[in-house]
């Protein structure tokens, strides 16, 4: 059996959402290199959150996407929407 990670999601420090994203990018990376080292490297998803405002990111490869729109917990369908996303993309799969 394999084990890997797919998701990392990060607390806002301070509610200050520029605070988690250096947090964030730091625990994508070290789940890219487990993965890799495991031979199952793959799209990791990143999320940011201070609990009503989010953004979300991705690390395929050596490209870092951070999405330049800030969610709001108003905007819930939106968010439920991109969180599903990444299990989605992995059903596909097994």
């Known amino acids: ?7 990392v999601l990060v607390e806002a420090k301070d509610n200050d959402i520029k ?4 947090q964030c990018v ?5 789940d890219q ?3 890799d080292r495991k031979g199952q490297s793959q799209t990791i998803y990143g999320v940011v959150s201070t609990g009503t405002l989010w953004k979300f ?10 999405d330049r729109t800030e969610y709001f917990i108003a905007q819930l369908e939106e968010i439920l929407g991109i969180l599903v996303e990444p299990f989605r993309k992995l059903s596909k799969f097994s």
């Open 1 to 7: 059996m394999v084990y890997f990670r797919r998701s």
């Open 19 to 22: 605070l988690g994203l250096g």
């Open 26 to 30: 730091a625990e994508m990376v070290a």
């Open 33 to 35: 290199v487990f993965n």
């Open 57 to 66: 990111l991705t690390l395929e490869a050596e490209t870092l996407k951070i």
